[in-house]
């Protein structure tokens, strides 16, 4: 089973700023089949990103994806009020296996 | 568009099975290729996969979980159930279904808003 460990697990930052989150796996994630999701109190989680790069429908040009094999990176520049959340990485194994990192919080500093 | 919701009760007792039930639309299980997945979360605690089951009925399980689940589907009603044996406490969590193409069910699309369960005698 591939861990995903993300980083920090809050990050403060002020509207403007730019935020960048981290996930890396224990083994590499085949076929970059990585997601983030955005999920703020009491709702759902929303795609943002699949792929480790592309962006979902209507998300934002603010946040985009870097990264392959083991470490990839969710950046968000010039925060907005509402982008202060959890946010989760995921990867699809085979069998098939999903799972997720326990989640990076981002808060208004 | 694709909206999903969850229903099921919102407390079970330790040893009964829950049943919580994805009611659909924007999609049929029958003719769109496409996957419905559930997913849980425990109160502050990080998302876990449980099940998927695919259009054309091949169901895939979290292996850990596997012999207390079970995940089928009614297409006349544009729903998916997924039935958890056994309930202990430590299931107690927020479950939501979420919707995945069968092309690229690498992530999950679309989710529901999700229903609390919790586990108490």
């Known amino acids: 089973e591939i861990l995903l460990t993300q980083s920090p697990g809050t990050l403060s930052l002020s509207p403007g700023e730019r935020a960048t989150l981290s996930c890396r796996a224990s083994q590499s994630v085949s076929g970059n089949y990585l997601a983030w999701y955005q999920q703020t109190p009491g709702q759902a989680p929303r795609l943002l990103i699949y792929?480790?790069?592309n962006r979902a429908t209507g998300i934002s040009d603010r946040f985009s994806g870097s990264g392959s094999g083991t470490d990839f990176t969710l950046t968000i520049s010039r925060l907005e009020p509402e982008d202060f959340a959890v946010y989760h990485c995921q990867q699809y194994g085979s069998s098939p296996r999903y799972t997720f990192g326990q989640g990076t919080k981002l808060e208004i500093k | 568009q694709v909206t999903l919701r969850e229903s099921g009760p919102a407390l079970v007792k330790p040893t009964q099975t829950l049943t919580v039930t994805c009611t659909f639309s924007?999609?049929?299980?029958?003719?769109?290729?496409?996957?419905v997945n559930w997913i849980r979360q425990p109160p502050g605690k990080a998302l876990e996969w449980l099940a998927r089951i695919d259009w054309d009925d091949d169901t895939y399980y979290n292996t850990p979980l596997k012999t207390r689940l079970t995940i089928s589907k009614d297409t006349s009603k544009n729903q998916v159930i997924l039935s958890m044996t056994n309930m202990d406490p430590v299931d107690t969590a927020t479950y939501y279904c979420?919707?995945?193409?069968?092309?690229?069910?690498?992530?999950?699309?679309?989710w529901g808003q999700g229903t609390l369960v919790t586990v108490s005698s």
């Open positions: 979420a919707s995945s193409s069968w092309y690229q069910p690498y992530e999950f699309d679309s």
């Open positions: 924007g999609f049929s299980l029958s003719t769109s290729k496409m996957c």
């Open positions: 792929g480790a790069s």
